[in-house]
């Protein structure tokens, strides 16, 4: 009977022994050896240069200090690594473990994150400051928004605030009737549907390939934001600035995949996240205060500016197609099994930009 015991209990030992070499195993082949870095690979499609690109590296430089060289970032700019429409899928294969995203590039991947697109312009909607401290309140409050990206097997560590953009364009754009017969760039199909009600033809095109169809003539403007319009160099193949002040996007996603996030210790993956955000929220205080220089600088490299009255943004607002795009949208979102999900999150979105007047009844 004790020869039983003794036997039974070395195997028991033998079990855990097991186990405990299986489980180190494993986590050592997650977590980096010591003294070894974690490298993360970001996708992008800009430039290495501009304000964007700075507070990345901003981000980066302060990961790196904050986890002691364990956790560093290594950029890939101008689609080095994948294109941007592959971003999503990239992070989500491996091939990245960190991008820059948007719902008016990643459509299929977050459709609910297109309900700002319907929208002409907002209260504050030229304040990037405002913006991304609102997405913010949004992805911590709503679900759903979270749902849609952690659906792909990551998350956001940074948010990009995109405030109301200017048209870039050959000819200047006083009144609506100028847009007539233009074919201008647009990134989402709710501001195509913008432009369309005032007679121009949209075309979607990805930031980095604006410049070459300005260059060419395939476009007559671009409808783009003032920082990245400089970033790419717009006024070298623009005439004319139109400060149409509209068809503010919202917030584009930097994203990190849950893989990534779980080769990093506790410690680390906090301080990795906490940077994250607080260097968003910067980026949005410098966006907004560079918004009147960036627009100034375009009028030093020779561009002519032309101001859009108030009156015409008001009257495009009006535009019975415009008015539909809401309901219209919630809709289509409806028929995709997705209803409740978009509801609420145009209905979150419209409150915390001061548009609640703007929502439908069920």
């Not at 948010?159 to 870039?168: A, E, H, N, R």
């Not at 403007?221 to 005439?239: H, L, N, P, Q």
Request: proline share 5%.
């Amino acid at each position: 009977m004790k020869k039983r015991v003794a036997f039974c209990s070395s195997l028991v030992v033998i079990f855990f022994t097991m186990t405990l070499l299986f489980s180190s195993a494993s986590l050592a082949a997650d977590t980096p050896k010591p003294g070894k870095s974690l490298v993360l690979r970001w996708s992008d499609m800009s430039p290495a240069t501009g304000l964007r690109p700075e507070y990345l590296k901003k981000a980066a430089a302060e990961v790196e200090k904050a986890t002691e060289g364990r956790v560093k970032i290594e950029f890939y700019w101008s689609n080095s690594l994948v294109k941007v429409k592959e971003n999503v899928r990239a992070v989500q294969k491996g091939i990245a473990d960190m991008a820059w995203t948007a719902s008016s590039y990643h459509p299929a991947e977050y459709p609910i994150g297109l309900a700002s697109q319907n929208v002409l312009y907002a209260p504050q909607g030229d304040d990037a400051a405002f913006i991304v401290k609102k997405y913010w309140e949004m992805w911590d409050e709503y679900k759903p928004f979270r749902d849609q990206l952690e659906k792909w097997g990551s998350t956001v560590w940074f948010l990009f605030p995109y405030d109301s953009y200017g048209c870039y364009a050959t000819k200047p754009v006083r009144k609506l009737e100028d847009f007539k017969g233009m074919r201008i760039r647009v990134s989402s199909e709710g501001i195509g549907k913008m432009v369309t009600a005032v007679g121009a033809h949209p075309e979607f095109s990805p930031a980095s390939e604006v410049y070459t169809a300005l260059e060419k003539g395939m476009f007559h403007g671009a409808i783009c934001g003032y920082e990245w319009g400089k970033r790419y160099s717009f006024y070298e193949v623009s005439k004319y600035l139109n400060l149409i002040d509209a068809c503010m996007i919202g917030c584009g996603y930097g994203i990190v995949s849950f893989a990534a996030l779980n080769k990093m210790s506790e410690k680390d993956r906090k301080a990795f996240m906490d940077i994250g955000r607080r260097v968003s929220l910067e980026f949005g205080k410098a966006v907004k205060a560079n918004r009147t220089g960036d627009i100034q600088a375009m009028k030093d490299k020779g561009m002519i500016l032309v101001p859009f009255p108030e009156e015409e943004r008001k009257k495009w607002a009006e535009l019975p197609a415009l008015k539909a795009l809401i309901p219209e949208w919630l809709e289509v979102e409806k028929k995709a099994g997705r209803g409740d999900e978009a509801w609420g999150m145009m209905k979150i979105f419209l409150g915390k930009f001061e548009l609640s007047h703007m929502m439908p009844k069920k």
